[in-house]
Each structure stands twice: as structure tokens, then as C-alpha cells.
């Protein structure tokens, strides 16, 4: 079966500092993966999709990157971590249109900027 | 791109009445619509989802319908309990390959009154 892990699961970091959340799929294969932040009492924002190794979309201008080194590997990274940045931040991975489209989530990390 | 709104953003109901979330999308080529449900701290997890080509879909106390023409879908829960309690999201994926992304609107916070 399908597991997605999402790590650290809660994360606190001085302004300034950098930030690399790691999120990993295991039992599928090219998988489109996403990155979601949640902030408190909102909805989902997209913030990176990807579908395939090193292919990197952008929604949101932001003081953040992503990366995909490995086909079930997403990294989300800064090198200066704002305020701003606090939030809830989930990794999700969907199968590819012809197959499940279901997306499913990881567990998420809390993230707090002080 | 892809805009997905949901109304209300909370919602109060007294245990054993019925729930009604509502969501439009702006993609008419979006094929894919899912439900998922969040309780705190936790991701999101999948309740219900319908394709574009089925009207409604109905999981025992959970249905779904959709109006493509209006480009509107709806989630209802019947006979509300507690653990029903938690914050829904309803969502639209494109089904564009090189671009297919899931859109999420933002949130109900549904509490179910004793």
C-alpha cells in the first residue's frame, strides 16, 4: 500500500534561519506531489507542485523554494525564514490522471517563526 | 487558473439535522471533485469525491452533487453527530498532464451542537 511521511512533525525556528521539510512516498511511483500551507484557521493554499523529477511549479511568488531530487522526494526549503512563514504545511501526492486521482496527505508540520 | 470557493465558512447544526456545504469552481475543464475532512492537527483526509461525469454519489450519511452546467457541487450530511465535528474542504482538480493540480476552497468549520 501507499504511505506518505511528512517530517518534523513540529518545527521551531528563529527569523532568519533556514528551513528543509522533507516529505517521502513510498509504494507508488510518478506521483505528482504538492505542497500545501495552511494557516492558522484558513483554507489550503498551493504553494509547489511537481510532476516529475527536478519539474518545480511556483503558485505563490514567496520566500520559498521546492525541490525534487528523487521521483518520491519533495523538499520544501528557505534560506531566511520570515514571520510570515508560521503555518501549518502539508506534503500530498496524487497518482496520474489515469489512475487514482485521489490526493493524499501527509500528516503535516507545524511550523512556528520567532 | 483553477478558483474554488466554499461557503459557509463555519457552520453550526444541531446534532441529528442535516449539513449543507456549498462550493462553485471557475475551471470548466476540472473533472475531479473531492471532499476531505480535517481534525485538528491532523491532514486532510478523503470522505466522498464525484467525477464530472456522475451527478450525485451518496456514502451512507455523506452525499455529493454536482452541476456542471452551473459549475457548482454540494456536500450533505444527514443525521449529524459529534465526531462529524471538524473543518471540510471541498476541492477541483484540472486535468491538464503537464499542470494537473488540485485547488482547494477554504474551509467550513462544521460544530455539531449537543
Known amino acids: 500500500s501507499q504511505t506518505i511521511h511528512q517530517w518534523p512533525a513540529t518545527l521551531v525556528q528563529p527569523v532568519g534561519s533556514p528551513l528543509s521539510l522533507e516529505c517521502t512516498v513510498e509504494?507508488?511511483?510518478?506521483?505528482?506531489l504538492y505542497w500545501y500551507r495552511q494557516a492558522a484557521g484558513r483554507g489550503l493554499q498551493l504553494l509547489f507542485y511537481s510532476v516529475g523529477i527536478g519539474q518545480i511549479s511556483s503558485e505563490v511568488p514567496q520566500n520559498l523554494s521546492a525541490s525534487r531530487p528523487q521521483d518520491r522526494q519533495f523538499i520544501l526549503s528557505s534560506k531566511k525564514l520570515l514571520l510570515s512563514d508560521s503555518g501549518f504545511y502539508l506534503c500530498?501526492?496524487?497518482?496520474?490522471?489515469?489512475?487514482?486521482?485521489?490526493?493524499?496527505f501527509g500528516q503535516g508540520t507545524r511550523l512556528t517563526v520567532v | 487558473g483553477e478558483n474554488v470557493e466554499q461557503h459557509p465558512s463555519t457552520l453550526s447544526v444541531q446534532e441529528g439535522d442535516s449539513a449543507v456545504i456549498k462550493c462553485t469552481y471557475s475551471?470548466?475543464?476540472?473533472?475531479?471533485f473531492p471532499w476531505y475532512k480535517q481534525e485538528l492537527g491532523k491532514g486532510p483526509q478523503l470522505i466522498i469525491d464525484?467525477?464530472?461525469?456522475?451527478g450525485e454519489k451518496k456514502d451512507q450519511r455523506i452525499a455529493v452533487t454536482l452541476n456542471k452546467t452551473a459549475k457548482h457541487f454540494s456536500l450533505h450530511i444527514t443525521e449529524t453527530q459529534p465526531e462529524d465535528s471538524a473543518v471540510y474542504f471541498c476541492a477541483a482538480r484540472t486535468p491538464y498532464s503537464s499542470a494537473s493540480k488540485i485547488i482547494f476552497g477554504s474551509g467550513t468549520r462544521l460544530s455539531i451542537r449537543p
Open positions: 509504494g507508488t511511483s510518478n506521483p505528482n
Open positions: 464525484i467525477r464530472s461525469n456522475v
Open positions: 500530498a501526492w496524487t497518482g496520474r490522471l489515469t489512475q487514482n486521482t485521489e490526493a493524499f
Open positions: 475551471d470548466s475543464a476540472s473533472n475531479y
